[in-house]
């Protein structure tokens, strides 16, 4: 079993950045793929960025590359996604989501959101 505990979202003006965190409890954290999606309003929940165990591996979605920057500490147990050159396309209730293979909107285990807020 893995608790998902976002932090770190806020309201920001376009251009700036955020960092959001995601903390796991429990012993296995290192053997689970991690994940971020978004979900803005009326529309359907969409993959942001992903990185493998071992954090070896890393993927994002096209509208984020190059802005956004998934990482992870193992020994912390957290997955933290970096967002740089915020607009407001970006404004979304932002997840966490963790699975024992290729995490995917079918993610065994999801944290509450964290709400970003992109002002133009």
């Known amino acids: 079993q893995v608790q998902l505990v976002e932090s770190g979202g806020g309201l920001v003006q376009a251009g700036g950045s955020l960092r959001l965190s995601c903390a796991a409890s429990g012993r296995t954290f290192n053997r689970y793929d991690m994940g971020w999606f978004r979900q803005a309003p009326g529309k359907e929940r969409e993959f942001v960025a992903a990185?493998?165990?071992?954090?070896?591996?890393?993927r994002y979605a096209g509208s984020v590359k190059g802005r956004f920057t998934i990482s992870r500490d193992n020994a912390k147990n957290t997955a933290d996604l970096q967002m740089n050159s915020l607009n407001p396309e970006d404004t979304a209730v932002y997840y966490c989501?963790?699975?024992?293979?290729?995490?995917?909107?079918?993610?065994?285990?999801w944290g509450q959101g964290t709400q970003v807020t992109v002002s133009s």
């Open positions: 990185i493998s165990w071992s954090g070896g591996s890393t």
């Open positions: 989501a963790a699975d024992p293979s290729r995490v995917s909107d079918t993610a065994r285990y």
